[in-house]
Structures are given as structure tokens and as C-alpha cells.
């Protein structure tokens, strides 16, 4: 597999990798990796889709099949959006690459359009994997660990900003996720990860995102 490591330090355990393949976004399994890029560029009718969605107040949350999509029926309310086509496609494959990888019973699935920033502290999720995809807008943030503290996380800041606590040791080292590019986020849950879950924040950019995630469901 064609790998990138994002080297921001003398050690790269854990760390981010932006890969060439969808292939590729398997890497997310090896212990060292808390973060897989895989870059795109969006083709016009999801282009088009994406802008005109970013004007509308969408907040959807669900959860579908792992195995049967019904993403059409999902997103029926934005049928007369230009590109409505493409999206469906577009989202029922990355569904389809998330479900090869972690194989779960459901998926856990979220389209939002933010006019701000919904967590603007840097942070990790107590998930295992988690898929995202900004259509439109900035992308998510993240720190590899050579540039953050992570006993400055979450209480241990004292309520000061992330630069004024001392978490982001190297500011110019904070990186985006591009839009547009499918992101597999490992979180705190993921077995053998505990506190090695990705750093990560939304963008203080207050220009309309689209974003799309979908998380592993397993039921008993």
C-alpha cells in the first residue's frame, strides 16, 4: 500500500497518513495510524449539489442498514437540489467503503450543515472509527501528537484556549482535512487506543460547511 506518513516530530506513533487508494484506508487498522486522508476532487454535480445544500438548515441524524443503503429515501427531502443524483452515489459509496472495513450491523449517519464551528476545542471522541467527509466549506483540524500535549485535553486546560494552555506546542503545525476527502478517525474506543484517539476540532473558519460522517453500529 502507497502511504504518506505526516511526520511533525521526532516519532510518528500515533499519526496521521494520507494514502492514494481507497485500498489504502486500511492503514486506519495499523496501531501506529489514528487518521487516514485519502484527497479528492468533487465533480461538479456534487459540487453544485453541496453549495446549494449549504443554504438550506439541514440537520439529519440515523441510522441505516449496513447492508441495504436507503440513502435515497434519507435524503428525499433534498430531491430538487441541483446534483441531488451525485450525492446519493456518492454517500452510498462511501457507505459501502466504511461498511467493507469495519463490517458493523448498522451505520450511524449525520448530514449537517454548520454556520460555525460545532466543537471549536481541540479534542478526541470515544468512538472507534469514524467516517467524515466535508462537501463543502473548511475541513476539519486535527494535531498529530509530536506537536500536542495531551494532558492539556479537555479539564486539564484550566478553561484556557488551546494555544494559551500549552496543547498545541507548534500552532503552524495544525493541519485540515481538504474538502472533499473521505477521513477515517480513530477514536478512543478503538480496541488497544486508548489515549491515542486523533486530535482533532471544526475549523474557526465561520464559512457554511457541509458535513457528512457515518459511525459503526453494532447490535446484540
Same mark, same amino acid.
Given at each position: 500500500?502507497?502511504?504518506h506518513?505526516?511526520?511533525?516530530?521526532?516519532?510518528s506513533?500515533?499519526?496521521?497518513?494520507?494514502v492514494d487508494?481507497? *485500498?489504502d484506508?486500511?492503514?486506519i487498522?495499523?496501531?501506529?495510524?489514528?487518521?487516514?486522508?485519502?484527497?479528492?476532487?468533487?465533480?461538479?454535480?456534487?459540487?453544485?449539489?453541496?453549495?446549494?445544500?449549504?443554504? @438550506?438548515p439541514?440537520?439529519?441524524?440515523?441510522?441505516?442498514?449496513?447492508?441495504?443503503?436507503?440513502?435515497? *429515501?434519507?435524503?428525499a427531502?433534498?430531491?430538487?437540489?441541483?446534483? %441531488?443524483?451525485?450525492?446519493?452515489?456518492?454517500?452510498?459509496?462511501l457507505?459501502?467503503?466504511?461498511?467493507?472495513?469495519?463490517?458493523?450491523?448498522?451505520?450511524?449517519?449525520?448530514? %449537517? @450543515?454548520?454556520?460555525?464551528?460545532?466543537?471549536?476545542?481541540? %479534542?478526541?471522541?470515544?468512538?472507534?472509527?469514524?467516517?467524515?467527509?466535508?462537501?463543502?466549506?473548511?475541513?476539519? @483540524?486535527?494535531?498529530?501528537?509530536?506537536?500536542?500535549?495531551?494532558?492539556?485535553?479537555?479539564?486539564?486546560?484550566?478553561?484556557?484556549?488551546?494555544?494559551?494552555?500549552?496543547?498545541?506546542r507548534?500552532p503552524?503545525?495544525?493541519?485540515?482535512?481538504?474538502?472533499?476527502?473521505i477521513?477515517l478517525?480513530?477514536?478512543?474506543?478503538?480496541?488497544?487506543?486508548?489515549? %491515542?484517539?486523533?486530535?482533532?476540532?471544526?475549523?474557526a473558519?465561520?464559512?457554511?460547511?457541509?458535513?457528512?460522517?457515518?459511525?459503526?453500529?453494532?447490535?446484540?
Amino acid at each position: 500500500m502507497a502511504a504518506h506518513p505526516e511526520r511533525f516530530g521526532e516519532t510518528s506513533v500515533p499519526a496521521s497518513r494520507q494514502v492514494d487508494t481507497i *485500498a489504502d484506508l486500511a492503514l486506519i487498522y495499523e496501531p501506529d495510524v489514528n487518521l487516514c486522508v485519502l484527497p479528492r476532487v468533487l465533480c461538479p454535480d456534487l459540487q453544485a449539489f453541496s453549495k446549494a445544500a449549504c443554504a @438550506q438548515p439541514i440537520a439529519l441524524n440515523g441510522v441505516l442498514p449496513a447492508s441495504e443503503g436507503g440513502w435515497t *429515501a434519507w435524503l428525499a427531502a433534498y430531491a430538487g437540489l441541483p446534483g %441531488h443524483r451525485a450525492f446519493v452515489e456518492d454517500v452510498s459509496a462511501l457507505a459501502e467503503i466504511y461498511a467493507s472495513l469495519l463490517e458493523p450491523d448498522a451505520l450511524g449517519v449525520r448530514l %449537517h @450543515q454548520l454556520a460555525g464551528p460545532m466543537c471549536p476545542r481541540l %479534542h478526541v471522541d470515544r468512538v472507534g472509527i469514524r467516517l467524515l467527509c466535508t462537501y463543502a466549506g473548511p475541513g476539519t @483540524q486535527w494535531l498529530d501528537d509530536p506537536s500536542a500535549d495531551r494532558r492539556l485535553l479537555g479539564p486539564g486546560a484550566g478553561g484556557r484556549s488551546d494555544t494559551e494552555s500549552g496543547l498545541i506546542r507548534t500552532p503552524e503545525l495544525v493541519r485540515s482535512i481538504p474538502t472533499g476527502a473521505i477521513a477515517l478517525l480513530k477514536g478512543e474506543t478503538f480496541p488497544g487506543n486508548a489515549g %491515542h484517539g486523533v486530535i482533532h476540532r471544526s475549523p474557526a473558519d465561520p464559512a457554511p460547511r457541509l458535513l457528512f460522517s457515518l459511525d459503526a453500529v453494532w447490535q446484540d
